[in-house]
């Protein structure tokens, strides 16, 4: 009978390994011995681990219990002793039942719903017994859903007219004595459920706690990912062309160890160089990245303005590439506009030079403010053959998340011609 204890509910299932309870640095943890078992449980969960204690609270609040039940007891035998309409003998069994029912007041924690389901026939046998009913009563309302309260309550107050019509108040008329009992009894079930209440409000508050924690971890563990994603896409785009360029150079003075001396020193120079750039491009990813600005690096952000220099370092590295720009103001794209236009513009090239060695490029470039700005690169299908490339398809990947991002769209397809085509579009406010 006496059921589970609603404020114990099981522990939520953990959001994270690292978020499966509160911060242990919070002030009830500090002080678990001030709160009642049930809900230092909650709050401390290896204390289930270690059996259900009662905390100094509890053995107060027993205690409190016990001498209040008590008090009320010698009171109520008292006033038996005096009354006219009840017998030495009634009053001494009456002191008895009394007597007794106080010492099952230690038994309140572990059946609540039992004992005050027996307090209802005692306290009607037994003045004495009035303080341990009303602790019973209680500790039903501060432990059990009001359902229980409702019937056990309801019980004691309609055995009340048969308990005063057994043994009348000799200060109290009939009726005065039925509304007093009513009155107790429903100060006893609304002060113990105004407990009840609260300990549902704490344990609330630290659910709302808990779950914040939870949804704060997720947070940071989505943020670290998306920097990480951040990382790998910056490298790529920004490495990627300059690595290719350190490898076509690398390549011509493999295959052309005889090559003239000037040949020999220019290569050298070009590789040199695009290593220089890298550095630089690597430093200046990691400090934007980190949430320094644009110009922490010392260099400024690419922009469609330098799409002629990124061509012109492609035509270095032997590349045949067609710049066709219909733009008539570089400078006045927007900053981050510009930027995405140049990366893809730089990926698609980086690949043309892997995936198609030996064709020709073209870039074409057209757009206007409320039109969008264009952006497309063709090559057709490679002289000759061409090595495997790994991790194809990785850089498409980033190129389409960055135009998404930006509001526009990309179109990546093999052309008719054997060739490739990569078109973009992104939008360019007025």
Request: charged share 20%.
């Amino acid at each position: 009978m006496s059921g589970t204890d609603p404020t114990r509910r099981p522990e939520p299932e953990p959001a994270a390994d690292h978020a499966s309870g509160p911060p242990a640095s919070g002030p009830w943890v500090r002080a678990p011995w001030a709160l009642p078992s049930a809900v230092a449980r909650e709050f401390d969960p290896s204390r289930s681990e270690r059996g259900s204690r009662r905390t100094a609270r509890d053995w107060l609040a027993d205690f409190g219990c016990f001498f209040a039940a008590v008090f009320i007891g010698m009171v109520g035998a008292d006033a038996v002793a005096d009354n006219p309409h009840i017998s030495q003998g009634a009053a001494e069994l009456d002191q008895v039942i009394g007597a007794l029912a106080c010492a099952a007041v230690w038994l309140r924690r572990r059946w609540p719903l039992g004992l005050a389901v027996v307090m209802v026939p005692v306290a009607v046998a037994s003045d004495t017994a009035g303080g341990a009913a009303a602790a019973a009563l209680f500790t039903l309302a501060v432990h059990r859903p009001f359902r229980y309260v409702a019937w056990v309550g309801g019980a004691s107050i309609a055995v009340l007219p048969l308990t005063y019509w057994l043994r009348p108040d000799k200060d109290l008329p009939y009726a005065v004595a039925i509304a007093f009992g009513v009155l107790v009894t429903a100060s006893v079930i609304g002060w113990g459920m105004f407990v009840r209440s609260r300990r549902e409000l704490l344990l609330s508050l630290r659910d709302r706690a808990v779950r914040a924690e939870n949804e704060a971890a997720l947070r940071a563990e989505q943020a670290q990912r998306l920097a990480r994603e951040d990382i790998a896409r910056e490298m790529h785009d920004v490495l990627a062309h300059r690595l290719t360029l350190l490898s076509v150079h690398a390549g011509a003075l493999e295959f052309r160890p005889d090559a003239p001396r000037e040949e020999v020193v220019r290569a050298a120079g070009v590789i040199r160089e695009s290593a220089h750039e890298a550095l630089q491009d690597l430093r200046q990813v990691i400090g934007v990245l980190r949430g320094g600005d644009a110009d922490a690096s010392g260099r400024p952000q690419p922009t469609l303005a330098a799409l002629d220099t990124l061509v012109a370092e492609s035509r270095e590295a032997g590349m045949k590439v067609v710049l066709d720009n219909h733009v008539t103001d570089p400078a006045a794209v927007p900053v981050a506009l510009g930027r995405t236009a140049y990366r893809i513009a730089q990926e698609g090239l980086t690949n043309a030079r892997k995936h198609a060695p030996g064709a020709e490029v073209t870039v074409a470039v057209t757009g206007a403010p409320g039109e969008g700005l264009t952006l497309s690169v063709r090559n057709p299908a490679p002289p000759g053959d061409v090595p495997q490339v790994p991790g194809s398809g990785q850089g498409l990947i980033g190129l389409a998340e960055r135009a998404t991002l930006a509001g526009g769209r990309l179109r990546h397809a093999p052309g008719p011609d054997g060739g490739f085509h990569l078109e973009a579009w992104l939008p360019w406010p007025s």
